[in-house]
């Protein structure tokens, strides 16, 4: 297992937020933007309607929507994007049933070095393909990607498909789970981390996050399970996996950690159903300062969250 104990100075994501819906459009509920004051500033004032800049594209289409370009695109914070140095974004909408809970919106910047990526994979005649992705510097990696497809149970995509379950892929440039790794050894990449993305109507997208070694979309990756099945009535999650780049493996099959709803960053996305961006290292494990926390929806519960801390 490749475990990065130095704290890198670059990371895949430079920008996440979180969109909710207030009313008929979408308001800013919280963000996590390093550094880029100008760019949170621009971007608090800002709403969406359905189908209006990024969250409201994948609001209205309900999918992810990847976007590897601002300048005469829909994109509605261009100028300050560019300014701030950022150059593409990933909107993934959170729907539970029919009812969007939010919008998470990443966003990247781009450069000779940074890799890593951010694939959007969709279901289309018996086999996932790729619907978009951002891959940084990976290029050949992305090449690959483009004319790689995933029967059901295949590679990362194909297992979480199969299973309707997270899953997080250690060794991926030598792991023979993983369909794609000689290139993705090449390109440096590390660790993945796979989720299923609920949307109305019944297509099926895959949502995978690439970790790359010098700059990585996350240092440490949690699985929780808060199926009934699995935990019971309580409103309760368990970690039922993960890795971290200081403590190795996170969970023990004897003792499983827990969390409540309500109670700590995750049992706050547990209580709420709505995803968290925190900046600060307020409630994290020691040596972090940010994370980010996604939940699934799936038949009338949540039944997962998946995390990600630098």
């Not at 440039?173 to 290139?183: A, C, L, N, Q, V």
């Amino acid at each position: 297992m490749d475990l990065v104990v130095d704290t890198p100075t670059r990371t895949f994501i430079e920008v996440t937020e979180v969109w909710v819906p207030e009313g008929d459009r979408l308001v800013l509920g919280a963000g996590n933007y390093g550094g880029l004051e100008s760019f949170a500033q621009a971007s608090e004032p800002v709403s969406f309607g359905k189908g209006e800049g990024l969250p409201g594209k994948a609001w209205a289409e309900a999918r992810p929507v990847v976007l590897k370009g601002f300048e005469g695109s829909y994109f509605q914070r261009t100028e300050a994007a560019l300014a701030a140095g950022l150059t593409s974004a990933v909107a993934i909408p959170v729907f539970a049933g029919d009812t969007l809970k939010a919008v998470l919106v990443t966003l990247c910047a781009d450069d000779e070095v940074r890799t890593g990526a951010i694939e959007v994979w969709r279901a289309k005649d018996e086999a996932l393909m790729l619907d978009d992705g951002y891959y940084g510097a990976a290029k050949h990696f992305e090449w690959v990607s483009k004319h790689t497809h995933f029967p059901r149970g295949r590679g990362l995509p194909g297992a979480v498909w199969s299973s309707e379950t997270p899953i997080l892929m250690r060794d991926l440039g030598s792991g023979y789970k993983f369909i794609r790794s000689e290139s993705a050894g090449k390109a440096g990449l590390t660790t993945g981390l796979g989720l299923p993305v609920p949307v109305p109507g019944g297509a099926t997208f895959v949502l995978t996050l690439l970790s790359a070694r010098g700059t990585p979309i996350a240092r440490r990756f949690e699985i929780w399970d808060a199926r009934a099945a699995r935990v019971g009535r309580a409103n309760e999650a368990v970690l039922i996996d993960g890795i971290c780049a200081r403590e190795g493996k996170l969970w023990n099959e004897d003792a499983p950690r827990r969390a409540t709803a309500w109670q700590g960053r995750i049992g706050q996305v547990l209580g709420n159903g709505v995803p968290l961006v925190a900046g600060s290292s307020a409630g994290l494990p020691a040596g972090y300062d940010s994370m980010v926390a996604l939940p699934i929806h799936q038949r009338g519960e949540l039944s997962h969250i998946v995390a990600w801390y630098n």
